[in-house]
């Protein structure tokens, strides 16, 4: 075998790696999911594949993951986002005993063992409050890129108290807020305030165990790492692929079962 | 109970279909009682002096059974919403609003069969819920109901001792209900309480608990015979609607055998048995099926479940037997004793668990937690967190309810229990098995 | 001056919309007027104040009496009584149809079902949570998504052919089921319409807890939306009165109005005099609930001064 | 005299202002922490504790003061807020101390808090004091005898001597006392409610909770004497009685924005701290007294099961007793005996053609508008009448 790959279909971003045979990363990716999940991890996967300069039957081994997982038709293996990011965010912070994983749609708390197994996992998935939308419905009301709104909010001096947890109400408390002469930066920093206390909760939910991994598209919004170490009183490890952590960990499982020379499924057993 | 049938086991090819009918015989008699002028009573699973409504010839109706059948029958949407219609809140527990449901539909159940009013009916203290269920049948039948308080647990580590002045005083204290109970029934059907006839009555039942007792064991061997919570739903059901009748006997006996022989064939409920999990709180009845699947999936198999225990009115509870050489004080007793060993655990059931898990060598447990059910699933969460952190044992928590389909997320369950099966993996694969 | 020419001022101020309605003292609308709430209720109110005597064109000193209702009701500090607009939709929807018992007004952050009685009381009422998955946002939302002005919602969605189900109970889910029905290649009205059955239906079942008694009536915004009006009048297998001659989302400032107009009343046939109630507000009790004590000792009596 | 109104008004507010402060502390004081007993609401006997010398503790939540942080994770999403807030301060370390913790059958959620109790602080000894459902069965008085008998000899081995029956004796004349003088309050309150808001009465008594009851006479029989001299300007506001506030506690923001538009007449917050309704016999066995007096003279409530007292006859009672021409009935969300008591008791109304208004409430709740917006039609309904 050459490469395996690890596909993260989520709700709102499709992400994947590729691996080598020394579990380096040699290619990612990332799409918004637009409209069809299973079309948005095809192109996701064609994407990263034509990064890493290799052709699809050069990938010896698929794992999908996410909320799409199952959407995923050329995929050999379906883990859950649960186990990838665990496997993910291990690999790289091999003392990790509880990640965070904050995505667009759900957050996830998951506690891991001495060995880096699963031990047990909590998420909020019933309702989108506090989680990456609650931050896109920000960009949105800010006319913002995601990626200013940590920096933006991390200029706050006087925080604002954000009242509303539904999603769909927090734009309009956002232009409120404006409205009522409140500095952006300060909203911001109130929205993600928000978050994090909600974050933190589902945290203690499987119980605080250092070290804390930081994981999902929010990891990479610069204020929220500062406000959870605040709210936790610990430090928190993020990586610069914290984005693709689901992915890679989907990745090394695909290179677990290559390695065991696992047999490539084949269509019907993927679709059962 | 003129109209009963030839025990069960001289007729029926196998225990299923013996239970089944034995089911249909049972809603016949309560459907025809007030044609045969056969008095009604209501009764809970949990601490319902069954023994003494068998001697005065009541016909029993569960009403949690009603209200799980509405699920089962997937009516429960339509008897939920008449409640909720009725102004019933949405958190109120399910079962009663299923029954509302039903006194709102004229009583006609959607099995067909069409329940009689009560007669009289019997509330335990083992979940106040039924206090308040019983108080709506008060409003709605005008029915006399009668308020069993039976003490449990004190604290966990608490045991009831024979002899201490603590134990005399909750013995006393039921006896004395019971006796005013068996007063009320005397009225109510004009027969006067035969010591004897209850004797015979706790006869049949000592011999169903040996014989239950031993079910639940046969199950603690590789592979599993049966799966808790799916066939072990139908054997409590059998169990509580015949508790103290000869069919019953016969039907546990059939029960017992066909199990036993499946042991001995070496035959599992689920074809490659690869984990085995104790199941603590209610099923979920709208999603039975689909629920167990999706464990059965994975090669898992439900051993045990403390919801056996409870629906079963705590019988299984370690070595509880009548005495019918004194009828009436051993009920006392026996009844005091099983909401003290068995139903109240509930509320402390973290040792109790870990037990099972050892009897059963199980990998886990799922917690099930009901949104109807407080009696169950208050601190569920908080038990799990002791047993996983004290006993190392690997738990899934999840949530849904008894017979409300608004509860269940077929998506986030699955992605739950396969992640906790990947839990299960990992741990195989550490302690280098598998 | 004589009872005739009176005019009484009902301001609706909602989460979404501020409405005014101007009527006489023959209960006669002489204007209306309508803006987007804005982030600033008391500009909002005192814009469309403006836009009113303006419709009516009228001095605004000749408005005797200003009756405010909405969420921003206290926001108004030129009014003379504020009002629930629970109370205020029963009154105007009993002074069109006396024969409505239940009042069912969708809006923008909110659904309110009142049960009424013959003279117009409100017996009871229920209003749905803070979840946007049950109210005109959830719609607005959608149609966003799906490029739409709220105005055209309901044209629009009268064209579908066949509605698909949205089963999310979040409304920030439900948009992930529209993106895959539209990749699904749903058309888009059949997708608009099945919000709007979704959030029927939401509806209905608050209607149905406040004891679902005939006759039927729609108040506020969403009597803009005939696709939501059918949707209802299908899900109640019954007719949805709708306030006649467009005041349908100004039905809650008419009932401030109206309401007014009977205080106006009372005060002149008792000889009061009509006096701004914001004044009063100074003699309320002590909040202990926001009471802090004061460092120095003594603490308590320090604080009473 | 202008002054003398000034002075009283004042004296009267500092009192208040202490109870405030104490009713809203949740940390037991320093000194008070090892003579805790804590008990979960409704029908505890405080003056069996009261006469071994320990402060009887009523654990009455955290209200929305308290930031929940860990109790989420341990009790399920669809459980009461009492259960959850007074979880959180077990766990934060505000109860830490307690000598002994009692939780009584009145409820499920209730029961398990002794389980939560004994796996997280067994130090503390938890336990269940069993409260008998079946009231009116003949053998129940001598049932509540034996579990009050068993509650001494707990205590008993606490403080580490005998509880004697003068002792008993002692803390029931204490308590009557405390009884009558929180019975004069709930008269003013009902004769002259311009005099004594809710909130106030509710402040005093609650304060009770947090100090010895001798102290606590003493603070009452000094607000009645002050209330006797305090200048009121009569206000005109509907009468009504609420009920729903037996368990777990509405927050003063909901108590108040009632009272901005009704005076509430009567009530049945705090009713764990006055259960029994009348005097209790001081002379014979004052262990029997008390049991007899759960049987005989306990105030009903949706967690008690009494053929004697039907729950919608006693809410006619209290309506007519209080002159009150209107209700408000609420249950806390997730109170399942609440909210089945609420359905019931508003039907009886409406055959009745008593006007009245339906609230849930929780005492964590922070936001009020919705609730103000309901309480103002209301009010504005029956000024329609
Ligand atoms: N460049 C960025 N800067 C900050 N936040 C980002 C950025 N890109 C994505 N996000 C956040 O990450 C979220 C998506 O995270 P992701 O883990 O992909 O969720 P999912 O797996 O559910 O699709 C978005 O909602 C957004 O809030
Ligand atoms: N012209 C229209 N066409 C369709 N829907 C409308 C129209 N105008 C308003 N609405 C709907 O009515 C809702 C609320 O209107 P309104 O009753 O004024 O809300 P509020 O009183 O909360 O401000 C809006 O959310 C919108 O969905
Ligand atoms: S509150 Fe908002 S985010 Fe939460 S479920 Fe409702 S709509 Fe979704
Ligand atoms: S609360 Fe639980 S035990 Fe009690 S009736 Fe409901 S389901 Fe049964
Ligand atoms: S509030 Fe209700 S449910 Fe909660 S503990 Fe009290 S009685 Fe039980």
Same mark, same amino acid.
Not at chain 3, 167 to 170: G, W
């Given at each position: 075998m050459r490469y395996v790959a690890g596909v993260d279909v989520g709700s709102t971003q499709a992400k994947a790696v590729v691996l080598d045979e020394q579990a380096c990363v040699v290619g990612e990716a990332i799409l918004d999911v637009e409209m069809n999940m299973g079309s948005a991890a095809q192109q996701v996967f064609d994407l990263v594949v034509a990064r890493a300069g290799l052709s699809s039957d050069e990938i010896a081994f698929t794992v999908a993951t996410g909320y799409g997982r199952y959407r995923v038709t050329f995929g050999d293996l379906q883990v859950t986002e649960i186990s990838c990011h665990a496997r993910g965010a291990t690999a790289e912070f091999p003392n990790t005993r509880t990640v965070l994983d904050i995505g667009g749609q759900d957050t996830k708390a998951i506690r891991i063992g001495e060995s880096g197994e699963v031990v047990d996992f909590a998420m909020n998935d019933k309702c989108a409050a506090g989680t990456g939308r609650f931050l896109g419905a920000a960009s949105f009301a800010l006319e913002l890129p995601l990626s200013e709104l940590g920096p933006l909010a991390l200029k706050a001096t006087a925080p604002v108290k954000i009242t509303t947890t539904c999603t769909v109400f927090a734009e309009s408390e956002i232009i409120g807020h404006l409205a009522k002469g409140y500095r952006p930066e300060d909203v911001l920093a109130g929205m993600h305030y928000a978050i994090a206390t909600r974050c933190a909760s589902l945290v203690r939910r499987v119980g605080l165990a250092p070290e804390i991994t930081f994981t999902g598209g929010v990891s990479r919004n610069a204020a929220m790492r500062p406000l959870l170490e605040q709210t936790l009183d610990r430090p928190l490890n993020v990586s610069a692929k914290g984005h693709f952590m689901g992915a890679i960990g989907a990745a090394l499982y695909a290179l677990d079962h290559a390695r065991a020379g696992a047999p490539r499924a084949t269509a019907q057993e993927v679709v059962s | 109970m003129a109209t009963l049938a030839t025990p069960a086991a001289t007729l029926a090819p196998d225990a299923r279909a013996a239970g089944q009918r034995l089911v249909n015989e049972w809603l016949r008699n309560v459907q025809t009682a007030p044609e045969r002028g056969q008095p009604v009573a209501y009764v809970f699973v949990m601490g319902n002096a069954i023994e003494i409504l068998r001697v005065f010839g009541f016909e029993l109706v569960f009403p949690e059974i009603n209200s799980l059948q509405t699920g089962v029958r997937k009516a429960a949407p339509d008897f939920l919403a008449r409640a909720e219609d009725f102004g019933f809140s949405p958190d109120v527990c399910s079962y009663v609003k299923a029954d509302v449901g039903l006194m709102l539909n004229d009583m006609q159940h959607p099995s067909g069969a069409r329940i009689p009013r009560p007669d009289i009916a019997i509330a335990s203290s083992l979940c106040n819920v039924y206090i308040k269920w019983a108080e709506i049948w008060e409003r709605h039948f005008g029915a006399s109901t009668f308020v069993l308080d039976i003490p449990g647990k004190r604290f966990a580590s608490w045991r009831p001792i024979p002899g201490s002045p603590q134990y005399d005083a909750d013995k006393r204290w039921v006896q004395g209900q019971l006796e005013d109970l068996i007063a009320q029934c005397e009225r109510i059907t004009g027969r006067k309480f035969d010591p004897d006839k209850l004797a015979e009555v706790e006869a049949n039942v000592n011999e169903m608990i040996r014989l239950w007792v031993e079910i639940l064991k046969l199950?603690?061997?590789?592979?599993?015979?049966?799966n808790s919570m799916l066939d072990g739903l139908t054997y409590i059901g059998v169990l509580n609607a015949w508790r103290g009748t000869p069919e019953g006997v016969a039907y546990m006996r059939l029960l017992r055998d066909e199990v036993a022989a499946k042991v001995a064939r070496g035959e599992g409920r689920v074809k490659d048995e690869r984990y085995r999990l104790i199941f603590s709180g209610t099923p979920c009845y709208v999603n039975m099926r689909r629920m167990v699947e999706l464990f059965e999936l994975h090669g898992g198999v439900f051993a045990a479940s403390d919801y056996l225990t409870y629906a079963a009115g705590g019988l299984d509870s370690s070595g509880l037997f009548y005495d019918p050489a004194r009828p009436l004080e051993s009920l006392a007793e026996v009844t005091t004793l099983a909401s003290q060993l068995g139903l109240s655990n509930h509320f402390f059931s973290h040792h109790t668990l870990a037990q099972q898990v050892k009897e059963y060598n199980a990998d886990g447990i799922v917690y099930h937690g009901i949104k109807s059910c407080r009696t169950v699933a208050t601190s569920m969460a908080d038990n799990r967190e002791y047993v996983t952190s004290r006993y190392g044992l690997p738990t899934l928590y999840i949530e849904s309810d008894l017979i409300d389909p608004r509860y269940w997320s077929d998506a986030q369950i699955k992605n739950r229990v396969d992640a906790f099966f990947e839990v299960l993996e990992q741990r195989r694969l550490l302690k280098g098995e598998a | 001056m004589t009872t005739a020419d009176i005019l009484v001022a009902g301001i609706d101020i909602g989460s979404t919309y501020t409405k005014a309605v101007l009527i006489d003292s023959a209960r006669a609308v002489r204007a209306t007027a309508i803006r987007r709430s804005g982030y600033k209720p008391a500009t909002a109110a005192s814009v469309v104040f403006d836009d009113l005597v303006a419709n009516a064109g009228v001095p605004p000193a000749c408005v005797t009496y200003i009756a405010t209702t909405g969420y921003g009701r206290y926001m108004v500090p030129f009014r003379h009584t504020q009002i629930t607009e629970l109370t205020c939709h029963a009154v105007a929807t009993s002074h069109h149809f006396p024969d409505v018992r239940t009042i069912l007004d969708i809006g923008g952050q909110d659904i309110k079902a009142i049960r009424i009685d013959e003279q117009g009381r409100v017996r009871a009422f229920r209003l749905n949570d803070k979840c946007a998955a049950g109210t005109g946002a959830f719609l607005e939302k959608t149609a966003r998504y799906l490029g739409l002005q709220t105005s055209d919602i309901g044209a629009y969605a009268l064209r579908a052919e066949q509605p698909v189900e949205i089963?999310?109970?979040?409304a920030v889910f439900a948009e992930s089921e529209v993106i895959n029905h539209l990749a699904s290649g749903v058309a888009p009205e059949d997708i608009m319409e099945g919000a709007i059955v979704a959030l029927g239906g939401r509806a209905v079942q608050l209607m149905k807890r406040v004891g679902?008694?005939?006759d039927y009536a729609l108040a506020g915004g969403m009597t803009n939306n005939p696709a939501m009006v059918a949707a209802l009048e299908n899900k109640l297998g019954a007719p949805l009165l709708l306030p006649p001659d467009g005041l349908g989302q100004l039905n809650g400032a008419f009932g401030a109005a109206l309401l007014g107009a009977r205080r106006v009343t009372k005060l002149l046939a008792e000889g009061r005099a009509i006096v701004s109630p914001t004044s009063a507000d100074e003699t309320k009790p002590r909040r202990w609930s926001t009471y802090v004590a004061p460092v120095s000792a003594g603490a308590g009596v320090a604080a009473t001064a | 005299m202008a002054t003398d109104a000034i002075d009283t008004e004042s004296a009267f507010t500092s009192i208040l202002a202490r109870c405030h402060a104490l009713s809203l502390r949740q940390q037991i004081a320093g000194d008070d922490a090892h003579k805790a007993i804590g008990y979960f609401p409704v029908y505890f006997p405080e003056e069996i504790v009261h006469a071994a010398g320990l402060l009887p503790y009523a654990l009455l939540g955290g209200g929305n003061r308290v930031e929940v942080r860990y109790a989420d994770a341990r009790?399920?999403?669809?459980?009461?807020?009492i259960c959850r807030t007074t979880t959180e301060l077990g766990l934060n370390h505000s109860l830490g101390e307690m000598a002994g913790f009692f939780a009584q059958p009145i409820c499920d959620a209730a029961k398990h808090m002794a389980g939560i109790w004994g796996r997280n602080f067994p130090q503390q000894d938890p336990q269940i004091l069993a409260l008998p459902q079946n009231v009116s069965s003949p053998a129940a008085a001598r049932y509540v005898y034996d579990e009050y008998q068993r509650l001494r000899t707990i205590l008993a081995e606490k403080v580490g001597r005998a509880i004697t029956d003068d002792e008993i004796r002692a803390s029931l004349g204490v308590y009557n006392e405390n009884r009558r003088l929180q019975r004069a309050l709930y008269a003013i309150k009902r004769d002259d409610p311009s005099r004594l808001s809710t909130v106030e009465a509710y402040l005093l008594i609650r304060a009770g909770t947090r100090i010895r009851r001798e102290e606590h006479n003493v603070m009452l029989r000094e607000a009645l004497d002050l209330l006797a001299r305090r200048r009121v300007r009569p206000m005109d506001k509907p009468r009504v009685i609420f009920v729903g506030g037996f368990c777990e506690q509405p927050p003063l923001e909901m108590i108040e924005t009632i009272e901005d538009v009704c005076f509430i007449v009567d009530d049945d917050l705090l009713i764990g701290q006055r259960w029994i309704t009348e005097d209790i016999p001081e002379q014979g066995d004052p262990v029997w007294a008390l049991a007899e007096s759960y049987i005989q003279r306990s105030a009903s409530s949706p967690v008690q099961y009494d053929v004697r007292k039907p729950k919608e006859e006693t809410l006619m009672t209290m309506l007519r007793e209080a002159r /009150?021409? /209107? /209700?408000?009935i609420s249950a806390a969300k997730f109170c399942e005996p609440g909210l089945d008591d609420q359905l019931a008791l508003s039907r009886r109304l409406d055959r009745e053609h008593i006007p009245h208004l339906v609230l849930e409430f929780e005492e964590k709740m922070t936001s009020f508008e919705q609730m103000a917006m309901q309480v103002e039609t209301f009010a504005e309904t029956l000024l329609f009448e």
């Open positions: - | 199950n603690q061997g590789r592979p599993a015979p049966y | 089963s999310s109970v979040c679902l008694e005939p | 009790i399920g999403s669809f459980v009461c807020s /009150a021409e /209107a /209700a408000i």
